[in-house]
């Protein structure tokens, strides 16, 4: 397990998001956390990334536990993430958002910055082609040097990926990634994911509404509804399951 | 790529060699009254640009030059003043013994005054940081007041509302001009590398920022304290060049004057604080002829005092109204050019 969410509650005051809710994610699986709105996958992403602190359980990440770490040191240890709502630094260039994911990487001083030592000049050099390699490898390369926020809407959520993976992570974390896409791009998309998934080592887990891209894409779905998981398993019988279908459809025999 | 690199470098070169060649013959030819001018607008460059690092760049609405500025002024004018011209000072108290024993050269003023600046600035920076918001804003607002209300109630360092006199005049174009140079070059420096790059993502959106793993509190710490450590240092400047100074002298209104030279010139532009600096001193220099008698066709109106304020605000609404982001935006001087180019094709 290079993920394992160990018996989580999440209270917001009075209201719990989530409820005593544990899983576990294989290496190199794509897994997906589906339910419907409200239902807590949110919040499940936020307390694995660090900006919401359990109420109640732990998460371990290579069997270590998270609790206590700041969101930007969650990142150093390998798990990054994209947004909802695509969420790209707005002034810069499509290069210099793929750039910020090597922050932490880049090898120089305050001091060396400032008095452009060799160091600087080599260290800058290299965090740029591996940015431009990744850019090349989602076949956006092309756009480098424009603002990042003119891009079309698919290619702006390719950018937002590729700066996910310049933190060289070993988890990656979608919050709706084909949200707002036309059918081709979503198909475009999974591709991507998968291929990514091969090339770079990935596991990733995924929050997503769309059951025929969940379906194409997952090995694995946990579906959460109320905060409370209904269902683990296999997406392709996650939507024969009748408390799946009651909780999206919502159930006219109990009312 | 490569090419355009070392094209960038030469234009860069040429225009630090131009600067340095105008200082020289600034400081052979022009008279007392415009070096006087250049000297200022050196001094204030070297304090927009810096106040821009954490404004602009880094997004952090803050008030705090004046006093940094005043720091670095009363660090600099202790270490310079002679212990004879501080015996007959000091009027309403006498000055602690160590007062006195203080001294040391022009240079090591100048950088003790920026490092007790930016150390202040890493105290300021450790709670205000911790939290989101506009905290930084009322916190070093009242950092002002306070640094005001201490110079004026600790006369046995500060000499009161007094002030300090009798500073030596060290500051000249070479210096002022000099250090504004490397101010610009050192935050150049930093604004394109992974630090100014980290800041810049910190103004544009933090959660995505820490969600890159960008440590946002170190990067608005460094922001803040280099901002500091060349406010210090640009006050120290000032102290040389004024010869006195007075608690009043750092009032909120050189913060102000500061916020309306970078909002015009463009928030998050270093370029932009540099035009916005020479517009703003030096045209308010330049638009003194307003307050006189004009005459114009013939006739001759009486003198106007305040005339030069009404254009001057004038200008600026008008600015703002044509420009909303300032004059150069976020851009700098080389982006302006590309996207002319693009343009032109």
Request: hydrophobic share 50%.
């Amino acid at each position: 397990m290079i993920l394992k969410i160990d018996n989580v509650t999440k209270n917001f005051g009075g209201v719990t998001a989530i409820n005593e809710t544990s899983f576990g994610v294989s290496p190199k699986e794509i897994f997906g956390l589906i339910g419907p709105n409200g239902a807590g996958k949110t919040t499940m992403f936020n307390i694995i990334t660090g900006n919401y602190e359990p109420t109640l359980g732990e998460v371990y990440f290579h069997n270590e536990s998270l609790t206590g770490l700041k969101p930007h040191q969650i990142v150093r240890k390998g798990i990054a993430r994209t947004f909802q709502n695509i969420r790209l630094f707005s002034s810069m260039s499509v290069l210099e958002n793929v750039l910020i994911g090597f922050d932490f990487q880049a090898r120089y001083g305050f001091l060396e910055s400032i008095l452009r030592f060799p160091r600087f000049i080599g260290e800058e050099k290299r965090i740029k082609a591996r940015s431009m390699e990744i850019l090349d490898y989602f076949d956006i390369a092309g756009f480098a040097h424009d603002k990042a926020v003119d891009l079309s809407y698919g290619q702006q959520r390719k950018v937002e990926i590729a700066r996910a993976l310049a933190t060289n992570p070993d988890l990656l974390l979608l919050d709706e990634p084909a949200a707002g896409m036309n059918p081709f791009e979503t198909e475009e998309l999974g591709e991507i994911i998968k291929k990514a998934r091969d090339d770079f080592d990935l596991t990733v887990l995924l929050i997503e509404h769309d059951m025929k891209f969940v379906n194409q894409l997952c090995d694995k779905v946990l579906v959460l509804d109320y905060g409370k998981t209904i269902f683990e398993g296999k997406p392709s019988d996650a939507i024969k399951d009748q408390e799946v279908i009651s909780a999206y459809l919502g159930d006219f025999h109990n009312d | 790529m490569q090419l355009t690199f070392s094209k960038q470098h030469g234009i860069n070169s040429a225009i630090v060699i131009i600067a340095i060649w105008f200082i020289w013959f600034a400081s052979g030819h022009f008279d007392e009254y415009t070096v006087r001018i250049l000297n200022n607008i050196a001094i204030f460059i070297i304090l927009a640009a810096s106040y821009n690092l954490i404004n602009g760049v880094t997004g952090q609405f803050s008030l705090e030059p004046n006093g940094f500025v005043a720091i670095g002024a009363y660090v600099t004018a202790l270490l310079l003043v002679s212990p004879d011209a501080k015996m007959y000072q000091y009027a309403i108290v006498d000055p602690y013994p160590f007062v006195l024993t203080l001294h040391a050269n022009f240079f090591t003023a100048l950088i003790l005054g920026g490092i007790f600046s930016a150390f202040l600035a890493f105290c300021l920076s450790l709670p205000v940081f911790r939290v989101r918001g506009d905290y930084l804003a009322i916190v070093t607002l009242g950092f002002g007041f306070i640094i005001k209300i201490l110079a004026i109630n600790n006369p046995e360092v500060t000499n009161g509302s007094l002030g300090l006199n009798d500073i030596p005049e060290f500051s000249n174009l070479y210096w002022t001009g000099g250090i504004a140079i490397i101010a610009v070059i050192v935050i150049l420096n930093i604004v394109n590398s992974k630090f100014g790059r980290a800041m810049k993502a910190v103004r544009d959106d933090e959660d995505a920022a820490i969600a890159m793993g960008v440590n946002t509190f170190k990067a608005k710490t460094l922001a803040f304290c280099t901002s500091a450590f060349f406010e210090g240092i640009g006050g120290g400047l000032l102290a040389a060049l004024l010869t006195s100074i007075s608690p009043d002298l750092f009032d909120f209104f050189f913060t102000f004057q500061l916020l309306i030279i970078i909002v015009l010139g463009g928030l998050g532009s270093t370029t932009g604080a540099i035009i916005g600096t020479v517009l703003v001193v030096g045209g308010s220099e330049w638009m003194r002829f307003l307050d006189e008698p004009i005459t114009l066709f013939g006739h001759t109106t009486a003198a106007m005092p305040g005339m030069r304020m009404v254009v001057f605000s004038l200008a600026l609404i008008f600015i703002m109204l044509f420009a909303r982001e300032g004059i150069m935006g976020k851009r700098e001087l080389k982006e302006l050019f590309k996207s002319r180019k693009k343009g032109g094709k």
